[in-house]
């Protein structure tokens, strides 16, 4: 399955709409998600992206230790090596298809200055 690195452009803002939470890998026996590499508990974390004039909502997938302290819902966030992989699957004679995203870690990100108090700070130092 192709994995796409995603450019995460420093002008981009993505601010979370959830915390985490693990990732559940079978819905029936709440079976929840490993890393199959290193078997790390995966988690999910929705993500709004804004990116020139447009806003996307983005589902991604976090191992464990790439979850910051202090993650909560509207908080901004950089995504550390953001990859794609475009999926595809037929259920009861319907095609389903999508994108999964992950990330290799999650940091927090200060809000940028307004352009004003930059100026301000400026003068003043």
Known sequence: MARIPVLVKPTDTYITGTGNTPKI??????????????????????????????AEILKITVPESGVPAGLAPGVMVRPVELIATPWARIFNGSLSDGVAYRVSRLDLAAPAAAPAAESAAKRAG
């Open 25 to 54: 890998k079978n819905p029936e026996t709440g079976e929840i998600a490993t890393d199959r590499d290193t078997g790390e508990v995966l988690h999910t974390v929705t993500v709004m992206q804004m990116s020139e004039g447009r």
